[in-house]
């Protein structure tokens, strides 16, 4: 019996994320008993919501994956002048807690390794998402476009946010901003 979808964004969730995170940095063995132990949950609590290790660990990704997506199209919603603006505000779109767990899983292989099989489920996340605000027309005609992008994106920003200088933050996303503008001469998010 396949689970319901659940929200993700609940205090058990949060917690395991949290858990997971800081297990990646200590490079610590992950399992459901590591994890449940390290989050201070019960075992029980974890299988309410997941069959097993893997499947936590896909929708943590697709959790980031979506994340990161929502944070790309808020700048891309913007103008350059709004995204130097709303970069000097840290958390934009995402939660303390997202920006560590984002660097903790683009940063540490075991994680999010960008493997073809990896890469690909971040792809079908990605687009997945993408059609909530672009045509399906548009995204199937620039696919390798879009994964071009994305990875570009995921790459420049996984240690700004980390680290997080707004006018650093702001130059590149002002960049990748730039290389949306080159992939995509003939579209413009917003002027």
Known sequence: MEKESVNLNTKTHRRLRRAYCRLLKENEKINVSSLTDEAEI????????????????????EYIVNAF???????????????????????L????????????????????????????KAFEIFHTNTEKYFSQRFITKNKSRFEIFYIGYVSVMRDDFFDYH?????????????????LFPDYKYKD
């Open 93 to 120: 779109t995402l939660t303390d807690d997202d920006f560590e767990l984002f660097h903790c899983v683009y940063k540490n292989d075991r994680g999010f390794s960008f493997d073809k099989k990896r890469l690909a």
């Open 69 to 91: 997506t929502s944070t790309m199209i808020f700048f891309l919603n913007s103008t350059r002048s709004e995204v130097m603006e709303k970069c000097k505000r840290k958390n």
């Open 166 to 182: 707004s006018d650093r933050v702001a130059r590149d996303v002002l960049r990748t901003m730039d290389v949306w503008d080159y």
């Open 42 to 61: 019960s075992r029980a609590t974890f299988y309410l919501y997941y069959k097993d290790i893997d499947e936590f660990l896909e929708k943590t990704a």
